[in-house]
């Protein structure tokens, strides 16, 4: 993040992009304005990311914005920050077994298992009782 990239909490359910543009814009140039949703219901989750021209213009929004009212709500402006390392776990093995496979030792210690959609491995140890 260079400095530019707010994160907006506090905010009414009934702001939009547009309402945060139209609020932020007072203090620099906007790159880009984003309400977050909930992908199935598109309800606004209560905060938004709000990415300025530059650094300066997001420190001026920070300082005018920060524990100010808008629609009812005080909302709180900081710069936003990245929580944890962004890491992917392995949730699936796809592997070459046959779909009808039912179960296969492997050269490592692992089983294998095989359904017709969803291959995956199980460590061995979760095999024994």
Avoid at 3 to 24: M, Y
Avoid at 41 to 50: E, H, L, M, N
Avoid at 94 to 105: Q, Y
Wanted: proline share 5%.
């Amino acid at each position: 993040n260079p400095g530019n990239n707010l994160h907006v909490s506090g905010l009414s359910t009934r702001v939009d992009d547009r309402d945060l543009d139209e609020v932020f814009s007072k203090f620099g140039r906007i790159q880009k304005c984003q309400v977050m949703r909930d992908p199935h219901t598109k309800d606004s989750r209560g905060f938004a990311f709000v990415t300025m021209e530059t650094a300066d213009e997001a420190d001026a929004a920070i300082v005018g914005l920060n524990a100010t009212e808008l629609m009812g709500r005080t909302m709180n402006v900081e710069k936003a920050r990245r929580g944890r390392a962004r890491t992917r776990e392995l949730l699936f093995l796809r592997t070459e077994v046959s779909p009808f496979a039912s179960l296969s030792l492997t050269s490592r210690p692992l089983l294998s298992f095989a359904t017709r959609s969803y291959p995956w491995t199980v460590p061995r140890s979760s095999q024994e009782g």
